[in-house]
């Protein structure tokens, strides 16, 4: 982990990230609660605990890097082995079922499979939502309901893929590594938890990431694009944008948002070669172009997400969603209530951007605790900032959040202060000091954000100072 600091008040941190968590004590308390006295635990085989999951499932992380031609060569592509995967599993002939919502994208992707979940569950709908990275356990990637799934349930689904395909391996099919496992195991979960819908982030690209095994989705998005994943998907944008359109399938419904030009083109052509239609309603050929949500029509709500740039993806998500509905037979029974007014955001539409979340995606964390140990000097609360921004657009982005939210935290701060200034109240017991320092208390903003492997601080880091100093954050 790196700090790299620019004066009292504000940090920015950037680190490598967790991998996973090893934890068996929930299930000895399990088997303790069973009957099974504490003394015999020890002496117990736990292959299906939690922690031997984590294990097995540590042992698929190969050393392989991104964009490295692999050390032997398979007989069968990435698809292909997936394809068989699944149908070692049973699982091909139930995909098209799961009535999939499929994102690409180099940035948003994650927030906006987050806002269709919360807008679908909102609606009544049964969901199941896989995403990736997780920041401290694996089961954050797999959401049914808007829960992770219990630990109980993730370990009978891990532990019937991990058996069944160590079962049927050969020196041309070995065991997935980690991501295709995890895309295999999604399928699994989801399956075996009748959901109603899936929605299904992209991993790395489109066209030969390992969730383009979906044949059928109902509908397709494609995010804000920008450079990224390089060594993997070429040096250009319209290398990027041709990779991310590879999950348009031929008829089926497919959305973006507003793009560079040398992006747009690419989604476009790739679009009309499918004969991608724009909704079930209008067969015209062209896929639409989503305009940001206009927040007037949360009605006073706010989004759950913050930053401008989820205007973006939150008006991604109703698109897909509505779609989603429509095709589903779903639309009209949700919007016979409403007035026509409502009808264009549906009421549960609005409740859903309101609660969607997702950790670690523009999120703010008050760490009050550092006051106990604060020198009279240092007095006041750490404010963390945390965002996986790990692209230069990403990081912008993330830039621009991070300057309005200390600006709007130093605006509160200050009214506070002057309100309890005028009503007499000494302000967390340190009225005196704070007069003299002019402010109601003094806070260190720390920002974190992602610069894992093959990201280069050289040009995160000055895009990341240069767009908070033209904020008049130093």
């Not at 060569?73 to 995909?95: A, F, N, T, V």
């Not at 900032?385 to 200390?406: K, M, Q, R, T």
């Not at 040009?459 to 100093?469: K, Q, W």
Request: hydrophobic share 35%.
């Amino acid at each position: 982990m790196m700090v790299i600091s620019s004066g009292v008040e504000n940090f920015v941190v950037y680190c490598a990230g967790v991998r996973y968590r090893k934890v068996s004590t929930q299930v000895m308390e399990k088997i303790d609660s069973n009957g099974i006295t504490k003394e015999h635990v020890d002496d117990l085989q736990l292959p299906s605990s939690y922690e031997s999951a984590m294990e097995a499932l540590s042992s698929l992380i190969s050393g392989h890097k991104r964009g490295q031609k692999p050390l032997i060569p398979s007989k069968y592509d990435k698809l292909e082995r997936m394809r068989m995967y699944l149908k070692i599993l049973g699982l091909e002939e139930h995909i098209a079922g799961l009535k999939i919502i499929h994102v690409a994208g180099t940035k948003g992707k994650g927030s906006t499979c987050t806002f269709c979940e919360a807008i679908l569950r909102e609606c009544g709908v049964r969901t199941g939502l896989f995403t990736s990275p997780h920041l401290i356990d694996v089961r954050e990637r797999f959401r049914i309901n808007g829960l992770e799934i219990t630990e109980d349930r993730f370990l009978q689904h891990f532990w019937e893929c991990w058996h069944k395909l160590e079962e049927n391996i050969t020196e041309d099919l070995p065991m997935p590594p980690l991501f295709q496992f995890l895309t295999v195991l999604a399928f699994k979960i989801f399956t075996s938890e009748q959901v109603d819908v899936a929605i299904v982030e992209v991993g790395i690209g489109g066209k030969n990431d390992s969730t383009n095994v979906i044949k059928e989705p109902v509908v397709c998005g494609i995010t804000s694009l920008g450079m990224d994943h390089t060594e993997t998907l070429g040096n250009t944008l319209s290398e990027i944008a041709s990779h991310k359109a590879g999950i348009f399938k031929p008829k089926i419904p497919a959305f973006t948002v507003s793009q560079l030009s040398e992006a747009m083109e690419v989604i476009q052509e790739r679009a009309n070669e499918l004969e991608v239609i724009k909704s079930p309603l209008s067969l015209e050929v062209p896929l639409e172009v989503t305009p940001a949500l206009d927040p007037k029509k949360l009605e006073g709500l706010k989004l759950s997400l913050s930053g401008d740039h989820q205007l973006i993806n939150a008006g991604l998500a109703v698109s897909l969603c509505k779609c989603w509905l429509q095709r589903t037979g779903n639309w009209e029974k949700l919007t016979k209530n409403d007035d026509l007014e409502a009808a264009d955001l549906p009421h549960a539409f609005r409740r859903g951007l309101a609660s969607a979340h997702i950790s670690g995606r523009a999120q703010i964390i008050h760490d009050a605790s550092s006051n106990s140990n604060a020198t009279e000097g240092s007095r006041g609360d750490l404010i963390f900032y945390l965002d996986g921004a790990h692209s230069p657009e990403s990081v912008e982005a993330c830039a621009n959040w991070f300057s309005s939210s200390i600006k709007e935290n130093e605006n509160s701060s200050v009214s506070n202060f002057k309100l309890d200034k005028m009503n007499g109240v000494p302000t967390n017991g340190h009225f005196q000091r704070e007069k003299e320092v002019g402010s109601c208390k003094i806070s260190k903003q720390i920002l974190l954000f992602n610069c894992m492997d093959l990201r280069d601080p050289q040009i995160l880091l000055p895009r990341l100072a240069n767009t908070c100093a033209s904020s008049g954050i130093k």
